[in-house]
């Protein structure tokens, strides 16, 4: 599985990004998935993944209320909606499939596939 996360970029405290990742799978539904971030110096934290079980999710209590993620209808893509951006959630952004799992986690070590990651930077 390959994927290609896009739409990170430069916005201002409170402002809004929307990213995707695309996987070169015909479908992610079977899979547990989920968006990951690493900040300088920082030890790589999940920030809200879905399970293919249920299709439950889960986010980091850093960004409940404000991040939303959601399948594309396109059943290969994933997004990751962040809204009232701060700039403590500058940071790479990454997704990550487990092709194991039905249900997800926020913890990384059971995801065997990630995407290269893309630059999110909120400025005060």
């Known amino acids: 599985v390959q994927l290609q996360a896009s739409g990170g970029g430069l916005v201002r405290s409170g402002g809004s990004l929307r990213l995707s990742c695309a996987a070169s799978?015909?479908?992610?539904?079977?899979?547990?998935v989920g968006w990951f971030r690493q900040a300088p110096g920082k030890e790589r934290e999940g920030v809200s993944c879905i399970s293919s079980l249920d299709g439950s999710t889960y986010y980091a209590d850093s960004v409940k209320g404000r991040f939303t993620i959601s399948r594309g209808n396109a059943k290969n893509t994933l997004f990751l909606q962040m809204d009232n951006l701060k700039p403590e959630d500058t940071a790479v952004y990454y997704c990550?499939?487990?092709?194991?799992?039905?249900?997800?986690?926020?913890?990384?070590?059971?995801?065997?596939?990630w995407g290269q990651g893309t630059q999110v930077t909120v400025s005060s």
């Open positions: 799978v015909a479908t992610l539904e079977w899979y547990a």
């Open positions: 990550a499939v487990d092709t194991y799992g039905r249900l997800c986690t926020l913890v990384s070590s059971p995801y065997q596939y």
